[in-house]
């Protein structure tokens, strides 16, 4: 069992920049693949990126390719999402997922078992 908590959300105008973090409790964090799914209102849950259970694979998604960072702290249990150059489409609550086992399609959220309650993230434009 793995239990998510998201935090580091806000308001932010356009081309600023946030941290998320995701605290993970359990001892087999670092065996877990671990992502970033987001949901704006009204529409489905969108992937953002993915990293495998070591750090070095990661994935994004085209939309915040170049802008957004994912990586993970084993030893803390921590997963994060450096956002820059935050743009109005980004508006979304952020959601942290994680995985037992590396997803053959890292990209569908029915993949991850594991779901935080969810980080508001608002860009001003």
């Known amino acids: 069992q793995v239990q998510l908590v998201e935090s580091g959300g806000g308001l932010v105008q356009a081309g600023d920049s946030l941290r998320l973090s995701c605290a993970a409790s359990?001892?087999?964090?670092?065996?877990?693949?671990m992502g970033w799914f987001r949901q704006a209102p009204g529409k489905e849950h969108e992937f953002v990126a993915a990293v495998g259970w070591g750090g070095s694979a990661t994935y994004s998604a085209d939309s915040v390719k170049g802008r957004f960072t994912i990586s993970r702290d084993n030893a803390k249990n921590m997963l994060y999402l450096q956002m820059n150059s935050l743009k109005p489409e980004d508006t979304a609550v952020y959601y942290c997922?994680?995985?037992?086992?590396?997803?053959?399609?890292?990209?569908?959220?029915?993949?991850?078992?594991?779901w935080g309650q969810g980080t508001q993230v608002t860009v001003s434009s």
């Open positions: 997922t994680a995985a037992p086992r590396q997803p053959s399609n890292v990209r569908l959220p029915g993949r991850y078992d594991y």
């Open positions: 359990g001892r087999t964090f670092s065996t877990f693949a």
